[in-house]
């Protein structure tokens, strides 16, 4: 493994189109992990898998969003309608479900809507 | 979790060391404390974390105070690549909670 994987890295899209961003996590880790950061911000947790199972939502990924992993490997998040307010970086990260390894973030996939 | 506090920037002479303090007095006795960093348009880099003891690795040091209310990040011999903004959080127990980012110290490494 070269460690955690995401595509793409760059998307431009124009208010109210569809978009889904992919993401490959480290082969042996359980838990995929998805935040946003904007700009000057820390990055802010939206939503966690353990294996295939979804295990919190942030109340920040409104109805819009939507994260799935299944068979418990990639996963991918969906924003459907996007809005302006919807650019940010979308960073996945995973670890192992115990032990203290620390958290593998991607470079994350930069979203600029227009 | 716990809320932690960071001095927003911090300067650094390269080869000199980087001292990064962070507070978090409401920290629980289970939890904690880590510490990333994020090169600019980079996700960020799991550093260290510990829980009472001090701590080094490869990259850094960590020293907590005895009653755990503060931390101290150090990285012993700074470079140009060190420049980045780093972050304590503190979480509760193992890998698998959840990290909640604050904003971070951003460090300048000059020459």
């Known amino acids: 493994d070269t460690g955690v994987s995401q595509d793409p890295r760059h998307k431009i899209t124009k208010r109210g189109q569809n978009v889904t961003f992919r993401c490959d996590p480290i082969s042996e880790h359980n838990r995929l992990y998805w935040y946003r950061q904007t700009l000057g911000q820390g990055p802010e947790f939206l939503t966690y898998f353990q294996n295939e199972a979804q295990l919190e939502k942030s109340r920040l990924l409104s109805d819009r969003f939507s994260a799935e992993r299944p068979k418990g490997s990639f996963s991918t998040l969906e924003i459907q309608r996007t809005e302006q307010g919807d650019s940010a970086m979308y960073l996945c990260a995973s670890s192992y479900l115990t032990g203290n390894y620390g958290y593998t973030f991607g470079s994350g996939t930069r979203l600029t809507v227009v | ?111």
């Not at chain 2, 903004?85 to 300048?108: D, H, P």
């Open chain 2, 1 to 111: 979790d716990a809320k932690t506090t960071q001095p927003p920037s911090m300067d650094c002479a390269e080869g000199r060391a980087a001292n990064l303090p962070c507070n978090h007095s409401t920290i629980s006795g289970n939890e904690y404390v880590y510490w990333y960093r994020q090169i600019h348009s980079q996700g960020p880099q799991y550093i260290i974390h510990g829980l009472k003891n001090n701590e080094t690795n490869e990259m850094a040091s960590l020293i907590i105070t005895e009653d755990r209310k503060s931390s101290t990040l150090i990285l012993p011999h700074a470079t140009l690549r060190d420049t980045a903004v780093y972050y304590c959080i503190v979480a509760g127990t193992g890998t698998a909670s959840k990290l909640t980012f604050g904003t971070g110290t951003r460090l300048q490494v000059t020459l």
